[in-house]
């Protein structure tokens, strides 16, 4: 039988005061807090679709954890339904509407602007659908070597520049209502095909390089605590939030 195989880890890094990541894996949410060691979850892959989403508070904005808890919450309740692209780019505007409304709508409040960025999937017994709006990621990791399939939501890169802090949209994130286009994407489902998901508190310090050597030689928990302590040695200048979906079959 085929199963899902999440190892999740989710750390405020060393500079900031307050984890404002959130990521949900199947109905299991962890909302802007911490945890000490990763933790590893495995799900039977049968007719309904299992969803793992990761969120990053928007920086600079007020209510960055309420943001990312509100989305993942969301997206976890709706898990099951998740399972084409109209029904999850759906969820996604409505994810987006709720963070404004949530901010006060029209009305200038404490948490106005606030808004958070958000990537994952959806693993389908036959396929992977692949989103993200903002600038957090999802790679994909095979033998051929890391490859990333989310579109960052970022302005261009000067000559020279590896990461940006700047995001072109995001859920929420602005004193006015605007729509979102999430990216979305369906590949096929191999056995045995791992996917990483992160925030930018792992891919800004860590070069893509070192992920894939890290990926190379650890699996599950003890991959994820690696990239996390990776982020840590350059200094955990970010929340670092990791889910690491790995897909297997039980008579493979």
């Given at each position: 039988m085929a199963y899902v195989a999440v190892s999740a880890l989710s750390h405020p890094g060393l500079l900031r005061e307050r984890n404002e990541d959130s990521l949900a894996v199947g109905p299991w949410t962890l909302c802007a807090t911490v945890t000490e060691n990763p933790?590893?979850?495995?799900?039977?892959?049968?007719?309904?679709?299992?969803?793992?989403a990761v969120a990053d508070g928007l920086g600079g904005h007020p209510g960055g954890h309420l943001a990312s808890a509100l989305a993942v919450?969301?997206?976890a309740a709706l898990g099951p339904?998740?399972?084409?692209?109209?029904?999850?780019?759906?969820?996604?505007?409505?994810?987006?509407?709720?963070l404004y409304e949530a901010a006060g709508g029209d009305q200038d409040t404490d948490l106005t602007a606030?808004?958070?960025?958000?990537?994952?999937?959806?693993?389908?017994?036959?396929?992977?659908?692949?989103?993200?709006?903002?600038?957090?990621?999802?790679f994909a990791h095979s033998s051929d070597g890391?490859?990333?399939?989310?579109?960052?939501?970022?302005?261009?890169?000067?000559?020279?520049?590896?990461?940006?802090?700047?995001?072109?949209?995001?859920?929420?994130g602005s004193p006015g209502y605007r729509d979102v286009e999430p990216h979305i994407i369906a590949v096929p489902r191999t056995p045995g095909e791992r996917y990483l998901l992160c925030s930018d508190g792992l891919t800004d310090p860590v070069a893509p390089e070192a992920l894939d050597a890290i990926l190379?030689?650890?699996?599950?928990?003890?991959?994820?605590?690696?990239?996390?302590?990776?982020?840590?040695?350059?200094?955990?200048?970010?929340?670092i939030t990791v889910a690491l979906v790995r897909i297997g079959d039980d008579d493979a």
């Open positions: 933790q590893t979850l495995v799900f039977p892959l049968g007719e309904h679709p299992l969803t793992v919450r969301s997206i339904a998740l399972g084409s692209e109209d029904a999850l780019r759906d969820a996604l505007q409505d994810c987006n509407r709720a606030m808004g958070t960025t958000i990537a994952g999937l959806v693993v389908r017994p036959d396929s992977v659908l692949i989103f993200n709006v903002g600038d957090s990621r999802v890391l490859r990333q399939v989310s579109v960052d939501d970022s302005p261009p890169l000067h000559p020279g520049q590896r990461t940006t802090s700047m995001v072109t949209q995001c859920l929420g190379r030689e650890h699996d599950d928990g003890r991959a994820a605590f690696e990239l996390w302590r990776a982020a840590i040695e350059e200094g955990g200048p970010d929340n």
